[in-house]
């Protein structure tokens, strides 16, 4: 294989990749927005902390250590 053909077989598939990606987030997207809609005709809402509007729910159930360690 010589260096063209090479080069050109990699930005084939660099091309190819950015296709996949951009498909992917497309995907997401779909699929979060028919989340957020099936949660919300279900009656779920999510309850946030700050004004800032960063997600940081009420209550973290991982989060069993930092009561102990208030317990102590």
Same mark, same amino acid.
Request: hydrophobic content about 30%.
């Given at each position: 294989?010589?260096?063209?053909?090479?080069?050109?077989?990699?930005?084939?598939?660099?091309?190819?990749?950015?296709?996949?990606?951009?498909?992917?987030?497309?995907?997401?997207? !779909?699929?979060? %927005? /028919?989340? $957020?809609?099936?949660? =919300?005709?279900?009656?779920?809402?999510?309850?946030?902390?700050?004004?800032?509007?960063?997600?940081?729910?009420? !209550?973290?159930? %991982? /989060?069993? $250590?930092?009561?102990? =360690?208030?317990?102590?």
């Amino acid at each position: 294989m010589t260096r063209f053909n090479e080069a050109e077989l990699l930005r084939k598939n660099v091309k190819d990749l950015q296709s996949q990606l951009r498909n992917a987030y497309i995907r997401i997207k !779909e699929l979060t %927005d /028919a989340l $957020h809609e099936e949660r =919300k005709r279900a009656g779920h809402v999510a309850h946030f902390k700050t004004d800032a509007g960063w997600a940081m729910p009420n !209550e973290n159930p %991982d /989060a069993q $250590h930092t009561k102990e =360690k208030e317990d102590e």
